[in-house]
């Protein structure tokens, strides 16, 4: 596949001057991306318009300065396209997998992704430690499990972004109750890259309001918060001990 030949005039305008670095990541995808089995070979002559766009587009919806979580991202997709359309954006991939944490890493390291982290875990994992305005996500789980994993990770007033396509809205409407439960105060369906795609995304935007994970992932913030006071107090007298005796 010529991924250069084959990239669409909207790929210019997306990523800009960045445009170079969106052809070499569509070919890793064609290529490494394929033999581990990120992407299904199926895929390859699609890349572009399917994958690639389809993701970057998502960066209309991001504040200025913003940071980002895309939840189980896989090969990338759609936190590398959002990366690259939207450099001032800082961009945590956080994936459970090693064999795709370790394409991710190669992938940032050859792109040189200055606001991109690869980061090994699972949300659930990250809840207390890890705090974003928005968290992404394209094809992990149905909505009201996506909700249960991604709402808990943002800050207050924060907004979940899910592509979803042609369910977005049944799973919205099957979701809203579990919704208002996470904390969420608005949902919507909402499409992006009219006029600069062919067919544009489907994004399912839910924002947060005060508490954002409801009042489970409050307590777990707080317990998290609470073992990093103590364990820094800890250090800190254990450090003054030190220091008293090395004065002595």
């Known amino acids: 596949m010529d991924v250069l030949a084959e990239a669409p005039a909207a790929a210019r305008e997306v990523f800009g001057d960045r445009f170079d670095a969106a052809v070499r990541y569509t070919e890793?995808?064609?290529?490494?991306?394929?033999?581990r089995g990120l992407i299904?070979?199926?895929?390859?002559?699609?890349l572009w318009d399917r994958h690639v766009l389809n993701c970057a587009v998502l960066a209309e919806l991001l504040p200025s300065g913003s940071t980002v979580c895309d939840v189980g991202s896989g090969a990338g997709l759609p936190g590398i396209p959002v990366a690259l359309a939207r450099p001032d954006v800082s961009v945590t991939l956080l994936e459970?997998?090693?064999?795709?944490?370790?394409?991710?890493?190669?992938?940032?390291?050859?792109?040189?992704?200055?606001?991109?982290t690869v980061l090994r875990g699972r949300a659930e994992e990250m809840v207390g430690k890890l705090a974003v305005d928005v968290v992404?996500?394209?094809?992990?789980?149905?909505?009201?499990?996506?909700?249960?994993?991604?709402?808990?990770?943002?800050?207050p007033h924060g907004q979940m972004l899910a592509l979803k396509g042609d369910s977005a809205e049944q799973?919205?409407?099957?979701s809203r109750a579990g919704l208002a439960k996470l904390g969420a105060v608005e949902w919507s369906v909402i499409s992006v890259g009219e006029g600069t795609l062919e067919t544009s995304t489907r994004v399912v935007q839910v924002k947060a309001g005060e508490s954002p994970g409801g009042v489970k992932a409050a307590t777990r913030r707080a317990k998290v918060a609470r073992a990093g006071r103590n364990a820094g107090a800890k250090n800190g007298t254990t450090a003054g001990?030190?220091?008293?005796?090395?004065?002595?």
């Not at 890793?28 to 033999?35: E, I, K, M, P, W």
């Not at 299904?40 to 699609?46: A, D, I, L, S």
């Not at 459970?96 to 991109?116: D, G, S």
């Not at 001990?241 to 002595?248: A, P, V, Y």
């Open 96 to 116: 459970p997998l090693l064999r795709r944490t370790t394409f991710l890493e190669e992938v940032v390291r050859e792109l040189a992704l200055e606001n991109v």
């Open 40 to 46: 299904g070979p199926r895929e390859v002559p699609r």
């Open 241 to 248: 001990r030190g220091g008293r005796r090395r004065s002595r």
């Open 28 to 35: 890793l995808l064609a290529t490494a991306g394929v033999r």
């Open 136 to 155: 992404t996500a394209r094809a992990v789980a149905p909505l009201d499990r996506l909700a249960g994993w991604g709402m808990p990770l943002l800050r």
């Open 171 to 174: 799973e919205l409407a099957d």
